[in-house]
Antibody, heavy 121, light 106 residues
């Protein structure tokens, strides 16, 4: 069974840092591109970041570029999101999501349960 | 950035009714469009990928259609568990989501 389990969320002061982790199991993690998606309270979904399976390609939404860094450890089946210079606008549930591609089209077929990040003084 | 606009924002319907949700892209995305369902307190669930392909385990009452800039998600007959928020997502250029359509019980 495919599972994605986020951890590392919590309360952080404005300007602070936090590192999220996503532990993957039930599939060959190193074969899949991975993404982070966030959802502010009562709001819609916002794509945050992408990391390729093994080529090192990284992409970020403009809203987090220069502040967030995505990484992965394929040996440990883990995905990470280092978040720096946090502001209240970063308050959200953060989901890791597996990218599934079939016939040239891609989507997010498995999601974690989410980790809540609250930025407040 | 490609903007996805979903309509309507909210639908109030009864079980058994047919539902049609719309997603319009600001420029062509081909068939690089997916639909998700999200219930309160839960992660999104993939329903449709490639505009018209049902994901594994998704009931046949869910169907997707469209290409280019105009897409539709149809639920042929609403079940009680279908009341949720539905999002479209494109991957023609970097991932973006629509703002969502809430399907609520009338």
């Amino acid at each position: 069974e495919v599972q994605l389990v986020e951890s590392g969320g919590g309360l952080v002061q404005p300007g602070g840092s936090l590192r999220l982790s996503c532990a993957a199991s039930g599939f060959t993690f190193s074969n899949y591109n991975m993404n982070w998606v966030r959802q502010a309270p009562g709001k819609g979904l916002e794509w945050v970041s992408y990391i390729s399976s093994s080529t090192g390609m990284l992409y970020y939404a403009d809203s987090v570029k220069g502040r967030f860094t995505v990484s992965r450890d394929n040996a440990k089946d883990s995905l990470f999101l280092q978040m720096n210079s946090l502001s209240a606008e970063d308050t959200a549930v953060y989901y890791c999501a597996r990218e599934y591609c079939d016939g040239g089209t891609c989507s997010f077929d498995y999601w974690g349960q989410g980790a809540l990040v609250t930025v407040s003084s | 950035e490609i903007v996805l606009t979903q309509s309507p924002a909210t639908l109030s319907l009864s079980p058994g009714e047919r539902v049609t949700l719309s997603c319009r892209a600001s420029q062509s995305v081909g068939t690089f469009l997916a639909w998700y369902q999200q219930k309160p307190g839960q992660a999104p669930r993939l329903l449709i990928y490639g505009a018209s392909n049902r994901a594994t385990g998704i009931p046949a009452r869910f169907s997707g259609s469209g290409s280019g800039t105009d897409f539709t998600l149809t639920i042929s007959s609403l079940e009680p568990e279908d009341f949720a928020v539905y999002y479209c997502q494109q991957r023609s250029s970097w991932w973006t989501f629509g703002q969502g359509t809430r399907v609520e019980i009338k």
